[in-house]
Structure formats: structure tokens, C-alpha cells
């Protein structure tokens, strides 16, 4: 996997040694912001403001905090339905799927908010730590297994896998909770199999030819039958390189690149007839095939990935934002022949931190922001080629990627009021500096290594609880936001508050966004 755990296998390899959710109760100190009227919201016109209390004093501003600047283009491909497929479609109305309320379940308590982080014990949630203690609230550890309800237990942060794994968990319709899994997301960043049938779906409903969307390295699920023989029909196929990956790993297990003959008529040897793929088939022994991007754009001669973040905040009602994250770079240089060390192909944390190279030595060589990154450009690419780069063709490609993302999977996802969810995207850029969307990952790492991504998670933690708390405590201050408004760190992409005010349907075709 090019980059990035699949965090539904890392949860159930963790709960299976574990078999336990950690929770943490943080209580806010008595004497601080106690008054109810200072848990309200004061409107100033623009953006809505963050719920005061929630943070100190803008002591994550800094020299550093520049560097997070989010300003940049809106993000593009959302039409009214009526426009896209006219005569066809005809576009809902607000009355059929905008309620006069939303259902409000987390309420904030007037003096003391108590927040409960529950989640699996994976070494990714330093930052969230830290944040709470920065705060000074205090800490309390409980085990949500053997939780008997959910009383007392008020912020659970945790895998979407944790609704079937903790029957507890279920009782979150009943109950005023707040929930870092929105169930029914898996359909969109799930397992590497489902986001590549989703998007063909979606674009299918949206009558979009999928093979002319430039977003996703061509891709073939083998465990299906008509991706497999779509696949081994392909004239070019044992000329060109192609990596394989096991639909469900995590940490680049399992990957391998194949090329040549030989190496195709190995797969074809496991894979073939395509049809006996129809039934019986464990999860484990699902893999897709996507063309190898043999000429990646480098970093002083090293292969690199882009890790962002979208968010989907609500889903009574929806908001989805877009938030900067970071590089990951190799720390070998690359070589398109050397297959047998994959750390010069897969730029992942995990790897590179097995890779033996002294990693924690290496943490600025493997962490970058993205202003480093456009400064890198802007002095190595030639002719000016790398100018503006992140801001006017990166940032609007990952705002769209996240669009499609939610699209996509929006069908699928389960209402439920209390409940937000973290996506993690990666990207790549190519030679030419086109950019490629390569996988989301639905419980991604929060890296907690080195002064940059260390301030990066902090900064993110601080943004994440402000904004959801917020938007929980009181959505409607947000009927007004638009696509582009910025809270915090966080840009705004899609408010299906603003969709309900102008009684249009905003809808994502593909076709549009991602021409070939």
C-alpha cells in the first residue's frame, strides 16, 4: 500500500490482542468558563466563531502556526442535480429531505463539559493526550467493554469496526454521546476493494464514463470477476508495472510489485478462472492491482507521499471539511529496479520507521510541511514549473478527492446526530506534476514524532475538538456557512444546512472534476 494504514485491519488485529477499547474521561477544571451564558455562541458576522472556552489563548498561533495558513481556492464539482442530468433527474426540494430541526443529541453542559475519549490503544493519540492535558483537563481511564451503558460517558473516540466489536456502543441512538465513527463510512474509505466499486458507482449514477476520470491510478479488483478478466484481457498488461495489494492490509503488508511476463502468469496461476472469485471468499484473500506510477515526482531524489484530512464533522446535518496535513517522504533514494526493497517504494511512517535507516534521526527528512514542500519547487523545478503548485492545483485536486470521497459513499452512511468522523487521504504527483488520489484510510495515524508533526496533531487535536463540540453544541450558527469558510484550520466544503436555505441538491460528478 502506497502510503497510510488500512485502519480497519490495524483495529481488528488490535482488538483481537487487546479485545478492549480504552476511555478517558476529561473534566474540565472547575472555575473555568463555568457560566452558562459563556458556553453560548456570539455570532460576528462571516464564519461561525469557535465555542469560547474550549481553548486557551492563541498560543498555537505562532511562526509555526503560519506555515498552516489554509487559504486557497474553493473546491469545485458541485452542481444542482437539475443542471447535470437535465430532463432526467429532476432535483429533490427541501421539503423531502431537509427537516424543519435537527435531531440535537450531544448537549454541552452548562458548567463543567465532560468529554470521554474512548478508543483503541494505538500509539497515534499522543496529540489528543497532550491537547487534554494542555487544557488542564483531568483524566479518568474506564474500559468501554465492560462499560454496561454508556452513562457518565460522554465522548468516544474510536474505529467505525467498534459499533459490531462493542455492543455498547449501540446504545448511542438512546444516549447523548459524541462519536468519532460514523457508521456506513467504510463504503467510502473502507477496505482498498470497496473505495475502488464505490467510485465506479458513483460515477456510473452520475452517467460518467469512469475510464475518462483521472483520479485513481487504473485499478482492478481481482476478487471480482469482471475487474479480473477486465484486467488479464489488457494487451499491454505484462509490459507495464502494476502493484498488487491485499484489499485489507495495513502498513504496506502484503504489497508487491509485478512485472513481465513471468510475474503475470504467476498471478494468472492464483488468480484465473476469474469466475471461481464469485463465492467463498475471506477477506484476507481479496487484493486489488493498480498501475505503478513508475515516474513519481522526488524529493532530493526520494519518493514521497501527501497525507490530508477530510472531515466529515455532522451527518444530522452533513458538514465536510478539508484540512492540510503533510509529507511523508522515503529515506532511501529511489530506484524503479530495486523491488526487493520496498522502502524505497512505499513512503508510509510504518515503513520507513522498519526500514532500519536510523529513522528517528531522520525525522525532517521524512516529515514535511507543505510550505517546505512549495519551497522545494519553487527552487529545484525549473522555469518556474513548480510555482504555486500546492495552493492552485494540489489543494483544489484534495478538496475535490474529498468531495468524491463523500459522494461517493454518502448513500451508505447512517445518520446519526452525535457522531463526526476523521478521514486521512493520500496523494501522489507525478513527474508532470499531476496529482493522483491513492487511498483514504478511515482511522488515520495522528503522528507525534519530531516538532513538526508533533505541532501538526497538536494543532489539529486543539481545531478538531473547538469545531465538532461547536457544531454539536449548536448547528444552526452554520446555516449560513458556505463552501470556502474557514473554522480554524478547517475549510468548509460542503454544508447541507446551506443546501436546505437555497432548496437546491448539490451533487459531484466526476466526469466534471477529474477529466481524462
Known amino acids: 500500500m502506497v502510503g497510510g494504514r488500512s485502519p480497519l485491519h490495524c483495529a481488528v488485529a488490535v482488538i483481537t490482542t487487546l479485545s478492549v477499547g480504552l476511555a478517558l474521561t476529561l473534566v474540565h477544571q472547575a472555575g473555568q468558563n463555568n457560566a452558562r451564558g459563556q458556553w453560548e455562541w456570539r455570532v460576528s458576522g462571516g464564519s461561525p466563531p469557535l465555542l469560547p472556552g474550549l481553548r486557551t489563548e492563541a498560543d498555537t498561533r505562532s511562526a509555526a502556526g503560519a506555515a498552516m495558513d489554509h487559504k486557497g481556492p474553493k473546491a469545485m464539482g458541485s452542481k444542482d442535480l437539475s443542471e447535470l442530468i437535465p430532463g432526467k433527474t429532476k432535483p429533490r426540494t427541501a421539503s423531502r429531505w431537509c427537516p424543519k430541526k435537527w435531531k440535537k443529541q450531544f448537549v454541552m453542559p452548562p458548567s463543567a463539559p465532560a468529554l470521554t475519549f474512548g478508543f483503541f490503544n494505538r500509539p497515534g493519540f499522543t496529540a489528543l493526550f497532550k491537547e487534554a492535558e494542555r487544557r488542564k483537563w483531568t483524566i479518568q481511564h474506564s474500559v468501554i467493554a465492560s462499560l454496561p451503558s454508556l452513562e457518565g460517558v460522554d465522548f468516544i473516540f474510536t474505529h467505525p469496526s467498534a459499533y459490531a466489536r462493542f455492543p455498547v456502543l449501540r446504545e448511542l441512538k438512546a444516549s447523548h454521546h459524541l462519536i468519532s465513527a460514523v457508521q456506513g463510512m467504510q463504503a467510502a474509505c473502507g477496505s482498498k476493494s470497496t473505495q475502488v466499486r464505490v467510485f465506479r458507482e458513483h460515477a456510473s449514477k452520475m452517467h460518467c464514463d469512469y475510464n475518462r476520470v483521472r483520479f485513481l491510478p487504473r485499478s482492478f479488483i481481482l476478487s471480482e470477476p469482471g475487474h479480473c478478466e477486465e484486467f488479464f484481457k489488457q494487451e499491454t498488461v505484462a509490459s507495464r508495472r502494476w502493484i498488487l495489494k491485499p484489499s485489507n492490509s495495513y502498513g504496506g503488508a502484503g504489497i508487491e510489485i509485478v512485472r513481465g511476463e513471468s510475474a503475470v502468469a504467476k498471478l494468472k496461476q492464483r488468480f484465473t478462472p476469474c469466475q471461481r472469485w464469485r463465492a467463498g471468499l475471506k477477506p484476507d484473500n481479496r487484493y486489488i492491482i493498480q498501475q505503478y506510477l513508475e515516474r513519481p515526482l522526488l ?88 510555482a504555486g503548485f500546492v495552493e492552485k492545483k494540489l489543494e483544489p485536486f484534495v478538496k475535490n478527492a474529498s468531495l468524491y470521497v463523500f459522494h461517493a459513499g454518502r448513500d451508505k452512511i447512517i445518520r446519526s446526530s452525535g457522531t463526526f468522523q476523521l478521514v486521512g487521504l493520500d496523494i501522489m504527483v507525478d513527474e508532470n506534476l499531476d496529482c493522483w488520489f491513492i487511498e483514504a484510510n478511515n482511522y488515520p495515524l495522528w503522528p507525534y514524532q519530531g516538532h513538526f508533526s508533533s505541532y501538526l496533531s497538536l494543532t489539529m487535536a486543539a481545531d478538531l475538538f473547538d469545531l465538532v463540540l461547536s457544531l454539536h453544541n449548536d448547528y444552526t450558527l452554520f446555516r449560513k456557512s458556505k463552501p470556502g469558510d474557514m473554522v480554524s484550520s478547517f475549510e468548509l466544503l460542503y454544508n447541507e444546512l446551506y443546501d436546505c436555505r437555497r432548496k437546491k441538491a448539490t451533487v459531484f460528478n466526476p466526469c466534471d472534476v477529474f477529466p481524462a
Not at 327 to 347: E, F, G, K
Request: aromatic content about 12%; cysteine-free.
Open 299 to 386: 524529493l532530493h531524489g526520494r519518493k514521497f507521499d501527501i497525507r490530508m484530512y477530510m472531515l466529515v464533522a455532522s451527518t444530522q446535518p452533513t458538514l465536510v471539511f478539508y484540512r492540510r496535513g503533510y509529507i511523508r517522504a522515503a529515506l532511501q533514494r529511489y530506484d524503479l529496479n530495486a523491488t526487493s526493497d520496498m522502502s524505497r517504494h512505499l513512503t508510509n511512517t510504518h515503513i520507513q520507521e522498519a526500514s532500519g535507516a536510523n529513522f528517528s534521526e531522520q525525522l525532517q527528512s521524512h516529515f514535511w510541511s507543505l510550505p517546505q514542500f512549495q519551497e522545494y519547487l519553487d527552487k529545484h523545478l525549473p522555469d518556474g514549473k513548480g
